[in-house]
C-alpha cells in the first residue's frame, strides 16, 4: 500500500494538467486583462499605461451606457424565460397525452447553436421573409414589420429568438426538480382544492425553490455572458445601438477598432458587474454538496 | 415510474392544444429549413411554406463544397474531438485526485477550480488572443483545442468528483492491497464505475464546443483552419436571398447535433442538470 506521501504526490501530480491549464488560459489572461485596461494599447505594438483614462472614458461613453441598458432589458426578462419554462415543465409533469413528445420537441431548440438559431431567425424574420408573407397572405399587412431591422422592435425579436433557444433547458431542468418533490405534497394541495395559480404560486414555487434560483441565477449571468452569437448572427449590435451589449461592445472595440485597452476596460467592468451572480452560481451549484 | 396526476387546472383537452401549440413553433422552424433546402431557389419564391414538388440535392452539395462545408465540418471534427478527449483525461485524473487521495489543500484547490468559472470568457478574450498569437498557436487547431479544454475544466472537474465520491472508499483501497497504481486504478476501477458520468461529460462537451463562435471564431481565422459556425456565420452576409442554399447550410450544421440528440437525450439532460437539484 502507498506511503500517505505517494498519495499526496500522485494527488498533486493528477491535478497538474488542471490547474496548468487554468493558470496558463484562465487566470493569468484575467490578471493580464485587469492591467491592460488601464493602458493604451492595439494589440501590436507595447501598451503605454494611461492610469484610470479608459475607466474614465467608459463612464463617459454614452454607447457603453446604452448597452448596459440593453442588458438589463435582458435581465428584466428573465422572470419571463422561467415562468414559461415552469409553467411548462408542470404541464409535462402531470403526464398530459403525449408528453415525452412534448419534452424532446421543447428540448430540441436548447441544442442547436445559437449561430443556427440566429441565422434561421434572421431568414424567417426578415422584411421579406417567409413570417412576413405569411402575415401579409392573412391580410395582416401592419403586422409585417422589419423585426430586426426596426430599433423599436429589434431588441425585444431579439430576446424572443433567444428564449425560442432558451425555454427547453429551463422545462428539463424545472421537470428533474418536480420529480425530487414528494408525489404527497401536490397530492395534499389537490385535496385542499389548490387551483392555477394559486397552486402554482403557493405550492410549486415554495417546493421548487432551489431549482428555480439555480436556474434565476444561471440565465441572469448568461445574459451578461453567453449572447454573444445571437447579437453577432443577427443584428451586430444594430439598428443604430438598439441590441448593442456590453460583450458585443467589448468585442467591437477589441477586434474591429483595436483599442484593445479601452476594451479590457469594458471587460473588467463586466466581471464587476457578473462577478457576485457567478459567485453566487457557484455556491448554489456545489455549496450544498459539503 | 408513475407521476402524481393533477387536476388543477380547466381541462386535459386545454393543456394538450396549448402544448401542441409550442411544440409547433419549435418544430416548425426546422421543419421549413428542411424543406427550404430540397427546394431550388426558383421554386422557393412561388411556394415558401409547402413541400417541394420538384426536390433536389443541389442546394446540400453546393453548401459542401462550394461553401466549403466539408472542409469546416472536418476542421470542426478534428478541434472537437480531441478537445472532447483531453478533457475526459484532465478531468478525470483530477477528479480523481480530489475524491480519493488524501492531501494538504485538496478542499481549496477544488474550490479554485470551481471558482475560476468567475472569469466570464469574454473577459479573457483580448490577452488570450494576443497571448495565442505571441507563441504562435494562432490559427493552429491544437490552440482553440487548448481553450476548450480549459474552458471546460472546472465544470467537468466538480461533474467528475461528485461522481467518484459516491465511488466506496473500500473499492480503492482494495486495488491498492492488490498494489495498483493510482493510475490503474483510475483506469480500470473508477472509469468503468464512472461510465454514465464519463458519457454526460463527453456529450455536453461535444455540444458546446461543436456550437461555439467567439473563440473559434478569434482563434482559427484562417479558411484551412475555420471551423463550422464560423462558416456558418459568415453565410449570413453572402448569401441572405438564397434562402435554400442557407437552409442546406443549416441543416448541415445542426445534423450533428440533431444525431446526438436524438440518441443520448437522457444523458443530455442529465448534463444539463446538473447542480439544479440536490
Redesign the interface.
Known sequence: MPKPTTTARVGYLFLTPAILLLLVFRVVPAASAVWHSFTVWDGVSAPRWVGVANFAELLADSVFWTAVRNNLFVVLSVPLWILVSLVLALLIHQETCGWRFFRAAFFLPSVLSPVIIGTLFTALLGYSGPLNRALKLVGLEGAALDWLGNPATALPTLILVILWGIFGHGVIVFLAGLAAVPDEIFEAARLDGATGWTFLWHIVVPSLRHVIEFWGVNLVVWSFTSLFAFVYVMTGGGPGYSTMLVEYRLYLQAFEANRMGYACALGTALFLMVFGLILLQIRLMAGRDD | MR???????PG?VA??V???A??V???Y??V??VLTALKGEAEYIHN??GVPRAPTLANFGNAWTYGKFGQYIGNSAVVVVAAVAVSW???S??G???SH????G?RL?FL????????????????????LNGIGLLNLRVGLI??Y???A??FG??LMT?YFRSVPRELVEAA??DGAS?FAI?WRVMLPIARPAIITLGIFNF?WM?????FS??ILQTDEVRTL?VG??N??GQY?TN?PY??AG?FL??TP??I??LIF?TQ??KG??L????
Open positions: 407521476r402524481p396526476r393533477l387536476h388543477f387546472r386535459r393543456i394538450f396549448a402544448l401542441a409550442v411544440a413553433t419549435t418544430i422552424p426546422l421549413f429549413m415558401p411554406y483525461l484532465v478531468c485524473m483530477a480523481y485526485a480530489l487521495l488524501r492531501f494538504k485538496r484547490l479554485a477550480i470551481l471558482g475560476s468559472m468567475m472569469i466570464a470568457p469574454q473577459v479573457i478574450i483580448i490577452p488570450l488572443y494576443s497571448m487548448l481553450v479544454v480549459t474552458l475544466t472546472p472537474t466538480y461528485s491498492q492491497v493510482h483510475l455540444l461543436w456550437n461555439e463562435l467567439l471564431l478569434l459556425m456558418v456565420a453565410l449570413r441572405t434562402t442557407l437552409s443549416l450544421a445542426a447535433v440533431l446526438v440528440f437525450q443530455l439532460s444539463m442538470t447542480g439544479a437539484v440536490k
